[in-house]
């Protein structure tokens, strides 16, 4: 009888299962209201005033409505997360797209149009909970789908491979990269000696180094990231065929990062850019979405691909598995209490349903250990399903009894299995059809402590990426290097760490080295070093374009500028003719335009209107903003060239390689300080300029979106000459 209940709730209908959690959620929530109890629901008459011996006499110990709001604000802090423990998180949907029937029965993957709901949450790994959001680091890309057989975890990073081979160094990982114990400095950040120390002396990490030091390690937002499973993990069909499989998230958006130079002021500026950002989008109702891609790989083909899929510091190139598209994540729902729902949330890649198992990967196989036992000190116990955003949407029943923070009640006598007592027949536990098994894999072999040679090439895939960016993004990853080695105490560390990416390659190593003032690299004293393996072996391809984000910039036409920010610096005496063109075509084009002035009220036009100011230069400065526009009017444009944070707003823009529209006069904020393209009259790269002509503003209007759209304009011939 319960069992045709519970699978009656497990197939509800398609359109009611993406409800199913808001629905659940709701049954919890609780909206403020104008009388105040205690937590025992008595009305309290005065929330203002302890109960005193007097009016100026000793509080008294009697007061229990004193000491009950003191006690729960004393033990309102839980413990952050080890790592990830900076993030932001968010409420929506899974729609399959694509029936994966022949490769898994889970089954939330078989129904074409079936919306699974999921909560999501985007972390940084190295910074405590109230660090900054734009800092150098990989990002966590978590999603739980509230299946109806279960709740299934995809715990993935932005960043398609790991630093480590083995869960066994994971500690010694996170110890390195986190503030040095002694003094406990610097927060969020790698660019210390130990992190470099720990990673020069374990060759491994190099390939994800070339990420982390990448522009991949400073989204412009969330929204505009992809995610990863990072490791192989299995497909399981009806008939019990397993296929590998890589998992990824690909932005609707596009991928796009930040600048170095930009990210770090940011930090300073809004620490909360991404969460702020993420919390934005939704509520504007520009949903952030993601497709799921998959690569499916045969077991058979599993041992032809060169490399090993169970080591987690290689991908498989897109060129040589294609990622087919089988799905889509939309975010649709800011959470309503970020610590009920965000900070409780409790992810964990061992979180399958059937159809869904592991591999072997070793750094996998310690995560499944890791992830509840973390709960039970962060969250303070076993009962932690039970917290409401942790909660399946589908019955649980199981004979697990008490323990911290239990609020089932489980009625009846019996709390094992096999029994008769629960109803009188004897009840033994058979999942039949419905239940887990696990894929049984053959397995006969010894007991070691040991890692597969097949783990032993640590290099060839960090060259494949070096391989695979532009020349800018190649320079990115250089000044990335150089900054961060450049922070150390130690000289032999740089050094250690320059001869190890002689093994990527030889320029790259020999242009770190120039000005952190070390000796040149010696690729033959890293291959000396302990630790080290010299095995390279070959992809059959060379370069892959989708590692690259230069190359992947441009979006659909009808998502080009989607949701872009763009500052409008205006003074008095501002031309509103042309501008108002643009502005029209910008945000029918869905990109938000900010009227960004000295100080906030309002301006007035060459026409004697007023115009109301958003923001003022320094609290919306340039780095808040993907492009700028600065309209036309000979007073106005004077008054801005006067004032020097007006043209620091264009210069830093200019740097950070950003689009940029100058209409009639406001030519002569770049132009005065000498930026005028190559001086032969050739166009600056991303920078517009116009006139308030009428004729001429719909293709005004057109070239600064296509200018935006780019998202930036690396190719700028003198940015390092410009003093922003
Ligand atoms: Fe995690 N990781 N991790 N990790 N991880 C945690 O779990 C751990 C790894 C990832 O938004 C912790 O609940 C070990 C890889 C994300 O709540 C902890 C190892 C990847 C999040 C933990 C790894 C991840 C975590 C801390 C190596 C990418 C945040 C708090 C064996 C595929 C989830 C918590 C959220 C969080 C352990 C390696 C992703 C301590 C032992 C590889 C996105 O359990």
Redesign the pocket.
């Known amino acids: 009888m319960a069992q045709s209940k519970q699978e009656a709730q497990r197939k509800s209908k398609a359109g009611e299962a993406a409800q199913a959690k808001q629905k659940q959620l709701e049954t919890f929530s609780q909206a403020g209201e104008n009388l105040l109890t205690t937590n025992q629901g008595v009305v309290i008459a005065d929330n203002h005033n302890s109960l005193r011996a007097g009016a100026r006499g000793p509080t008294l110990l009697e007061d229990f409505i004193l000491r009950e709001k003191i006690t729960h604000f004393d033990h309102e802090r839980i413990p952050e997360?080890?790592?990830?423990?900076r993030?932001a998180?968010a409420h929506g949907f899974f729609e399959l797209t694509k029936s994966l029937v022949e490769y898994t029965r889970a089954d939330f993957l078989q129904e074409v149009g079936l919306k699974t709901p999921v909560f999501a949450?985007?972390?940084t790994?190295a910074g405590s909970r109230g660090s900054a959001d734009t800092v150098r680091d990989?990002?966590?890309?978590?999603v739980k789908f509230y299946t109806r057989e279960g709740n299934y975890d995809l715990?993935?990073?932005n960043i398609p491979v790991?630093f480590?081979q083995?869960?066994m160094k994971?500690?010694d990982l996170i110890h390195a990269v986190k503030p040095e114990p002694h003094h406990e400095m610097p927060q969020a950040a790698s660019a210390h000696d130990t992190f470099w120390d720990f990673v020069s002396l374990m060759p491994e990490t190099t390939h994800m180094l070339m990420w982390v030091m990448s522009d991949r390690a400073i989204p412009r937002s969330y929204r505009m990231m992809e995610g990863?499973?990072?490791?192989t993990f299995r497909m399981i069909n009806a008939r019990g065929v397993s296929h590998f499989v890589k998992f990824h998230w690909k932005p609707k958006l596009g991928k796009h990062a930040l600048v170095w130079d930009e990210a770090q002021k940011v930090a300073g500026k809004d620490a909360d850019f991404h969460r702020r950002d993420l919390h934005e989008a939704i509520a504007n109702g520009d949903f952030p979405e993601w497709e799921l891609g998959l690569q499916l790989i045969p077991e058979a083909k599993a041992e032809s691909l060169g490399f090993d899929l169970l080591d987690?510091t290689k991908l498989i190139p897109e060129e040589m598995v294609p990622v087919q598209i089988v799905g889509r994540l939309v975010l649709n729902r800011n959470p309503e209490n970020f610590f009920a729902e965000t900070e409780q949330?409790?992810?964990?890649?061992g979180h399958v349903v059937p159809g869904i198992d592991f591999s072997n990967d070793p750094?996998?196989?310690?995560?499944l250990?890791?992830?509840t036992?973390?709960?039970l000190s962060?969250l303070g116990g076993p009962n932690f399903h039970e917290i409401p955003i942790n909660r399946g949407v589908c019955p649980f029943h199981n004979f697990q009894r008490d323990g911290m923070h239990r609020m089932l009640v489980a009625k009846g006598q019996v709390a094992y299995e096999p029994n008769t007592l629960a109803s009188g027949a004897e009840f033994r536990v058979d999942g039949g059809e419905q239940g887990f098994r696990s894929y049984p894999q053959e397995m006969e072999s010894p007991k070691v402590r040991l890692r597969s040679a097949t783990f032993d090439d640590h290099f060839s895939q960090a060259s494949f990426f070096w391989n695979s960016q532009s020349p800018s993004e190649k320079e990115h990853i250089i000044a990335a290097f150089q900054f961060e080695l450049s922070k150390l105490d130690s000289v032999a560390i740089r050094q250690r760490m320059v001869d190890n990416l002689a093994h990527v390659d030889s320029k790259l190593a020999r242009k770190v080295a120039d000005g952190i003032g070390i000796a040149a690299p010696d690729a033959k004293a890293a291959a000396g070093r302990a630790g080290f393996r010299n095995v390279r072996n070959k992809l059959p391809i060379e370069s892959s374009a989708a590692l690259s984000m230069e190359a992947n910039a441009n979006v659909p036409a009808s998502l080009a500028i989607a949701t872009r920010k763009v500052a409008i610096l205006v003074a008095n005496g501002v031309e509103i003719g042309a501008m108002r063109a643009v502005q029209t075509a910008l945000q029918d084009a869905g990109a938000t335009c900010r009227i960004v002035a000295d100080q906030l009220g309002s301006v007035a036009t060459s026409s004697g209107q007023q115009l109301t100011v958003d923001h003022t230069f320094t609290n919306m400065p340039s780095i808040m903003f993907d492009a700028v526009l600065v309209p036309s009017g000979a007073a106005s444009a004077e008054l801005l060239q006067r004032n020097g944070a007006a043209v620091h707003y264009v210069l830093e823009a200019y740097k950070h390689c950003k689009a940029i529209c100058l209409i009639g006069e406001a030519a002569a904020l770049l132009h005065s300080v000498g930026i005028t393209g190559d001086g032969a009259g050739a166009a600056v790269p991303g920078v517009v300029i116009g006139t308030n002509d009428p004729a001429g503003r719909a293709q005004l209007a057109q070239d600064f979106i296509a200018a935006i759209a780019r998202h930036r304009h690396f190719s700028r011939p003198d940015i390092d000459a410009v003093p922003a």
């Open positions: 997360r080890v790592v990830h423990a993030g998180g949450r985007f972390s790994v990989a990002r966590g890309f978590a715990v993935g990073n790991f480590v083995d869960a994971f500690p990863f499973g990072v490791h987690p949330v409790a992810f964990h890649p750094l996998l196989q310690g995560r250990f890791s992830y036992d973390t709960q962060r």
